[in-house]
T-cell receptor, first 112, second 108 residues
Framework: KAGVTQTPRYLIKTRGQQVTLSCSPI?????VSWYQQTPGQGLQFLFE???????NKGNFPGRFSGRQFSNSRSEMNVSTLELGDSALYLC???????????FGSGTQLSVL | GIQVEQSPPDLILQEGANSTLRCNFS?????LQWFHQNPWGQLINLFY???GTKQNGRLSATTVATERYSLLYISSSQTTDSGVYFC??????????FGKGTHLIIQP
């Protein structure tokens, strides 16, 4: 069974631009969640989707958004990029949300 | 929100040594997981262990939910065990709350 797939692996953007990251969960998993990892703040929860519905969102500004499609694939979008958005963005999937979580390899975003 | 504290923050050991990593959490939880992040950033799920004890090869974990702590044991360390070990609690729609991790270095 294929693992969680995130694309792209690396991204370089400039301030003010927007970016879209993609995540394909493990087949059969319906919950997809996103996390941001930075050296200063560690791993922080962004949001969680289940059956195309966002069930919760972490403490992040509205510039961070996401969606989930009917095949459980998910995308997250960051608009009006700031230097502080530079981070490793990790996607994780699980069957229903509260069980063992499986992470993708992440997308390393650099904002210049 | 719930607080997660991990200790020690850093640990340097020789190959073959044993180690114990600790995770304390501030409130009752029904979901606790241990992860290993390798040098390339990949987070590997080691255990889903809201209570009790589990073993997987050289690794084992114990969670005492009533006392709000969990322990991860690594025996006969290998250099490939190096990396950062995270404890995380919560999950589901509220997402996992991660500790700051234990940075483990295994020297040959």
């Amino acid at each position: 069974k294929a693992g969680v797939t995130q694309t792209p692996r690396y991204l370089i953007k400039t301030r003010g631009q927007q970016v879209t990251l993609s995540c394909s969960p493990i087949s059969g998993h319906r919950s997809v969640s996103w996390y941001q990892q930075t050296p200063g703040q560690g791993l922080q929860f962004l949001f969680e989707y289940f059956s195309e519905t966002q069930r919760n969102k972490g403490n992040f500004p509205g510039r961070f958004s996401g969606r989930q499609f009917s095949n459980s694939r998910s995308e997250m979008n960051v608009s009006t990029l700031e230097l502080g958005d530079s981070a490793l963005y990790l996607c994780a999937s699980s069957l229903m949300g509260a069980e063992k979580l499986f992470f993708g390899s992440g997308t390393q975003l650099s904002v210049l | 929100g719930i607080q997660v504290e991990q200790s020690p923050p850093d640990l340097i050991l020789q190959e073959g040594a044993n180690s114990t990593l600790r995770c304390n959490f501030s409130d009752s939880v029904n979901n606790l997981q241990w992860f290993h992040q390798n040098p390339w950033g990949q987070l590997i799920n080691l255990f889903y262990i809201p209570s009790g004890t589990k073993q997987n090869g050289r690794l084992s974990a114990t969670t005492v939910a009533t006392e709000r702590y969990s322990l991860l044991y690594i025996s006969s360390s290998q250099t490939t065990d190096s990396g950062v070990y995270f404890c995380a609690v919560g999950g589901g729609a509220d997402g996992l709350t991660f500790g700051k991790g234990t940075h483990l270095i295994i020297q040959p």
